[in-house]
């Protein structure tokens, strides 16, 4: 684990007027329920995330923003409900209404270049709010725009495309598939290699609902002290982490060779563990660990391919902060497992009906720590006809939660890049928890 260094670039950013970004043909106007996992509490707010794309002799003299903007209209034909207004009906059940009026486009120029963000990019990206401008008035979650966007071109001919998205319209998954259409537009292609499906129906709770699974990960309410935290949310300090294979290979040495998991598994029960002993909790409290799982191939049959809305569950590892602590790493690792296998055909449709009978609640947050592995959404992989992105990650760090960022070193090696925040006399303790876990990494072979 290698601990990234803060940053203090400081630059300039020249932004045009907002404009509107419209289908590029008429599309049909009518009204679109989202799904119950769509308009679940957890999902009402807006995920902002960055692109950063060098430059390339073979687009030279070509403006990123002119042709991000125009295969933009182009992609919204297909993807039509972007371009609409959310509506709330009865029950808090959400409506997109396809009114065509379009997504929010910002055209800007910045001082700076790539090679100024140093060597490894990664949050908390510097002047975030500059390179993504919330336009007053914009960002509410219903009758605003369900997408802003935002090209900042570079001195050195790269840029930076910022995105701000409604959830309740799709996940990482879902999410990617339209900026991959918008990709391909682009770079020449007339329609999008994989055809937008709708079919929110399908993740819709049953017509005599019955929630057969516990899932301690809802909280009973959509407000009260379940939502709260137990982390003080002042002097919080948010930092990035760097996992090598060689430290994910270190990780392995805690596990039994008849244990077998996953990158993901074992990085999420050490950082599960090491989170926990650095915060210093009584050992008596409850914590849990929310693994968000892509449920999409759950199904029999599986979602459609081209499917973009939330396919998402979350289910829960949970244990007593001094069992977690002070058991071996194998414990957290096994609680993981066992949480990643709840997610079902049926463990979805018992969280759409409990959803839907408990009024769209949160999942708990006090007590609770979740990961999002953003290894395998392929947003790096986006191509707008300058290349693949140098990185792609959220804005910033949140107290509860930790993206799985991927990344790839000098020799072409996957490497994961953790943003983690904590307040700032955890974050030593965190620190130390880590490299403790991880001090005779050079000792132990690669096995991944």
């Known amino acids: 684990m290698a601990l990234l260094p803060s940053k203090s670039l400081v630059f300039t950013v020249r932004r045009q007027e907002a404009e509107l970004v419209v289908p590029c043909e008429p599309t049909p106007h009518e009204c679109k329920p989202l799904s119950d996992i769509d308009d679940q509490e957890g999902h009402r707010f807006h995920v902002r995330g960055f692109h950063f794309h060098q430059s390339n002799l073979s687009m030279k003299g070509k403006d990123p923003a002119k042709v991000i903007k125009e295969a933009l209209a182009k992609a919204l034909v297909f993807y039509y409900p972007f371009a609409g207004r959310l509506r709330e009906g009865p029950n808090r059940k959400l409506i997109v209404d396809c009114t065509g009026e379009g997504v929010l486009f910002i055209e800007a120029d910045a001082d700076v270049s790539l090679v100024d963000f140093g060597d490894k990019l990664y949050p908390p990206f510097p002047c975030a709010e500059e390179l993504l401008y919330d336009v007053p008035g914009s960002n509410g979650l219903l009758n605003s725009p369900l997408l802003l966007i935002q090209v900042t071109r570079l001195k050195c001919g ?95 040495r805690f596990v039994p ?48 391919l081209g499917y973009y809305g939330n396919a998402l569950g979350f289910p829960a590892a949970s244990s007593s902060v001094g069992k977690l602590t002070q058991n071996p790493l194998e414990y957290a690792l096994k609680l993981v497992k066992q949480a990643k296998t709840k997610v079902t055909e049926e463990y979805m449709k018992s969280t759409m009906d409990l959803l839907v009978t408990r009024g769209r609640p949160n999942v708990k947050l006090a007590g609770s720590y979740i990961v999002s592995d953003l290894t395998r959404a392929k947003f790096k992989e986006i191509d707008f006809g300058w290349g693949e992105a140098v990185l792609v990650g959220p804005e910033t760090c949140w107290e509860l939660i930790s993206f799985y960022i991927p990344s790839k070193n000098k020799k072409g090696e996957d490497e994961i890049i953790v943003p983690v925040c904590l307040p700032a006399s955890a974050m030593k303790n965190f620190v130390k928890e880590l490299e403790d876990m991880l001090k005779d990494e050079t000792t132990v072979h690669a096995d991944i």
């Open 257 to 304: 060779h008849n244990l077998r998991c996953s990158t993901f598994d074992i990085l999420s029960a050490c950082l599960w563990r090491c989170r926990t002993k650095a915060l210093e909790l009584d050992p008596n409290e409850d914590v849990r660990l929310i693994c968000i799982v892509n449920a999409r191939f759950k199904f029999n049959p599986p979602l459609s």
């Open 158 to 252: 790269g840029f930076i495309f910022a995105h701000r998205f409604n959830h309740t319209m799709g996940d990482g998954t879902g999410l990617s598939q339209f900026m991959t259409a918008v990709g391909e537009i682009a770079r020449g292609a007339l329609v999008p290699s994989t055809p937008p499906v709708w079919e929110r129906h399908l993740l819709s709770a049953r017509d005599s609902p019955l929630i057969t699974y516990q899932h301690e990960e809802y909280s009973h309410n959509t407000s009260g002290p379940e939502n709260g935290t137990i982390i003080p949310t002042d002097n919080l300090v948010c930092r990035s982490f760097l996992f090598r294979q060689s430290h994910i290979s270190s990780l392995r």
